[in-house]
């Protein structure tokens, strides 16, 4: 059963540990069933964050630019088949790539800002003077200026693609020049401003009065992982927005009950290709992450964390960046820590399945977890998987939507009919919810289909839930040792 009070302070226990600031709000089923603001809205004056705090956030970001090429789907004014040619004929490239190679970033345009820009600020005299933390306000302000698309055309047109259009990037950093040209193609395809065009079709609909005014929150970015640093915002009138965490909600419940778009264009924008980025959103922690929709690395950003098939919402609006902690695990932080800890009590089975390992899974699984006193029993993911690997055993990952809730092994010799269950693992934060006999009935399945008649598995003597679990789906013990049992079925 759910605990919102457990919920609710694991929420401000983690708010207090990272020194998260901005507001946390939880959606689940049409109602909000959490709402609170954490940290300072001012570090240097300990002012708090308030329910009525602003944060500034610009009109050119992946996600907001992503429902603005939904909407005009929607009114057939543009496809993600067209090329660019039809929107920006000057372009030397245009013919070859298609406005869906553009928003999954698939180009090939050379990237301006860190291509040229970066390149030419290190050989200023005024940016080799200055101290690191300096440069580093520097780096990050020259990131929001608001370039015009004259400008970027000016640095990349008739330069050489980097590679093919269509072909998967090398890497999942962000193309400001790709950033820009989406920018131009909707301005063109709907003949209006990008900020128009928000307002008119997205925040007007919604009843989102976000429009620009000084926020009230200073944006902190964090130097070198130790210290918070205020951001020195610069007004931008044009190209950005104040929003409070009360209109952030608006937002956060069009995309959970898919407002302002056809199911088709919410698929369109949704549908992740490379690297689990879609038009709109990345894949985090299990759930659709709406992308980039943050004011360059200031510090203001606005975090919508979805999934659709349970109908939950996660908002964190904020005016700074995260402090990481590196470990063995992997990499921390409260955002990270929020969503996994958080986002897991509210996961049962319902859209279960049993999915082969493979680069899309390999991270999630990775970070599969066991409690303490089960490491005595079994391997934890990442020994597990690296035995699967060298094994040549077949590994499958248990899958709640888009989590990866468990993990298996199967050794499947054919020819000497020799079948073999070597690894079986639920993440602590799904177990007691009935994945673990999913999982084993599934694969079970999958087994019979590779013509096993006979399976067998080994168990630790002392491990009596496993024992427990095994007998539901049909084992019964073959052989007991000094410190394993070993159980078989026959299918």
């Known amino acids: 059963m759910l605990n919102m009070t457990e919920i609710n302070n694991k929420i401000k ?3 207090i540990t990272w020194g998260a600031s901005g507001a946390v709000t939880i959606y689940k089923d049409d109602k909000c069933c959490h709402r609170n603001v954490y940290g ?4 240097a004056k300990k ?11 610009p009109y050119h970001n992946r996600f907001l630019m992503g429902l603005c090429i939904g909407k005009l789907i929607d009114d057939k004014k543009l496809k993600l088949s067209d090329t660019l040619d039809k929107y920006i004929k000057e372009y030397s490239h245009a013919s070859k790539i298609s406005v869906k190679q553009l928003c999954l970033k698939q180009t090939g345009i050379p990237d301006f800002f860190n291509g040229q820009i970066m390149k030419e600020l290190q050989k200023t005299d005024e940016y080799k003077k200055v101290d690191d933390e300096k440069r580093s306000l520097i780096e990050r302000k020259l990131l929001v200026f608001p ?3 004259d400008e970027v055309l000016s640095r990349v047109n008739g330069i050489e693609l980097t590679c093919a259009p269509g072909t998967e990037p090398t890497d999942d950093l962000d193309n400001m020049s790709e950033t820009l040209f989406i920018r131009e193609v909707i301005e063109r395809a709907s003949k209006k401003s990008l900020a128009d065009f928000v307002q008119d079709e997205i925040f007007k609909p919604l009843m989102i ?3 620009y005014k000084q926020p009230d929150t200073n944006p902190y970015s964090v130097y070198r992982n130790t210290a918070f640093l205020n951001s020195e915002y610069q007004p931008d009138e044009k190209n950005t927005f104040t929003m409070t965490s009360a209109e952030a909600e608006k937002l956060l419940n069009a995309v959970v009950e898919k407002k302002l778009l056809s199911e088709k264009a919410w698929k369109a924008i949704s549908t992740a290709v490379t690297f689990g980025q879609s038009i709109a959103f990345n894949s985090l922690y299990g759930l659709l992450s709406v992308r980039d929709f943050c004011y360059g690395s200031l510090g203001w950003n606005c975090n919508i964390c979805v999934d659709w098939d349970t109908k939950l919402g996660f908002l964190y609006l904020t005016n700074s960046e995260h ?5 063995r695990e992997g990499i921390k932080y409260f955002l990270k820590e929020l969503l996994e800890e958080t986002a897991a009590a509210f996961v049962y089975p319902k859209n279960t399945k049993l999915v082969p390992f493979n680069k899309d899974n390999l991270w999630d699984t990775m970070r599969l977890s066991m409690r303490d006193d089960q490491l005595e029993f079994m391997n934890n993911a990442q020994r597990a998987i690296c035995i699967a690997c060298a094994y040549k055993q077949k590994l499958f990952v248990l899958t709640e939507g888009l989590r990866s809730i468990g993990l298996i092994a199967f050794t499947v010799d054919k020819k000497h009919q020799k079948y073999y269950i070597e690894s079986v693992l639920i993440d602590q934060k799904y177990q007691q919810r009935g994945f673990g006999k999913i999982m084993l009935t599934k694969g079970i399945d999958y087994l019979k289909l590779q013509g096993c008649k006979y399976l067998t598995i080994g168990v ?3 491990n009596v839930a496993a024992q427990k679990l095994y007998t539901s789906v049909g084992f019964r013990v073959k052989t007991v040792y000094d410190d394993f049992v070993e159980m078989e079925a026959e299918l």
């Open 47 to 57: 002012l708090p964050i308030t329910e009525e705090s602003t944060y500034l956030l």
């Open 147 to 149: 370039w015009s698309f």
């Open 323 to 327: 402090m990481i902690s590196r470990t």
């Open 13 to 15: 226990d983690c708010a």
């Open 460 to 462: 630790h003597r002392f």
């Open 209 to 211: 009065h976000a429009v």
């Open 40 to 43: 300072l809205a001012d570090r």
